[in-house]
């Protein structure tokens, strides 16, 4: 795997996947409007992304009729520098109909505990917990 990033202007970077897939970056610290998420909150999006696909996966896996899956990350970070993350809280909204809890909160432990590569990463600097939420369509 490989990406690389090409500074635009100011604190403004485009970032490219090697499929050619694109993303603007911005520092948290630039002025004015910025045109795209802070390196820090891609990570956190990746994160969301990552933990979303396995819930998914395995929900899907365990013949549950999903509908819907979003996930909401929030965390804390270091006072000083480096600004580390030190708490990530990731909490799953999953959408579908008849959905068996125990299921999902397999598929949430299963995420956490096993699969999600870019949490257990990061888990490796911060406190990472779940929750999560079922909606009936």
């Not at 911005?26 to 004015?32: K, N, Q, S, Y």
């Not at 998914?56 to 520098?81: G, P």
């Not at 096993?114 to 929750?131: Q, V």
Request: charged content about 25%; some cysteine; proline content about 3%.
């Amino acid at each position: 795997m490989q990406v690389n990033s090409r500074w635009i202007d100011g604190l403004c970077f485009e970032g490219r996947t090697a499929d050619g897939h694109t993303v603007v970056m911005e520092g948290a610290a630039a002025e004015g409007d910025r045109r795209g998420p802070s390196p820090m909150e891609m990570l956190l999006l990746g994160v969301a992304g990552c933990a979303g696909i396995d819930v998914v996966m395995i929900a899907q896996k365990q013949r549950q009729q999903v509908s819907d899956c979003r996930a909401t990350v929030t965390a804390k970070r270091a006072d000083t520098v480096p600004r580390v993350f030190t708490e990530i809280h990731i909490h799953f909204q999953v959408c579908g109909r008849d959905l068996n809890p125990a299921a999902v909160e397999k598929a949430v432990g299963l995420s956490a505990e096993k699969y999600c590569s870019a949490s257990l990463m990061l888990g490796k600097a911060a406190k990472i917990t779940h929750s999560f939420e079922i909606l009936e369509d």
